[in-house]
């Protein structure tokens, strides 16, 4: 067994990217292109209508996109 001494600013920098790539790994391997549970754009509008976090501006955006999409056809 070998010993490598470094610094520990090199360490700590070595101990975040870790924990930074492991995070990023988590996210990853989660199903993110999963398809919506409905395809019925009145359904998706009304949920995000619901939690009160968008302008009627984004929503109307969002309705003109799903619109547009090939998958809510």
Known sequence: MQTVTISKKEYEELIEK????E?????IEEDIFS????KETKKIIDAFQKT???NQEF???LEKGLKRSSYFK
């Open 18 to 21: 870790k924990l930074r790539y």
């Open 23 to 27: 995070y990023l790994h988590q996210i």
């Open 35 to 38: 398809p919506p549970p409905t």
């Open 52 to 54: 009160g976090l968008y």
């Open 59 to 61: 929503l109307v955006s």
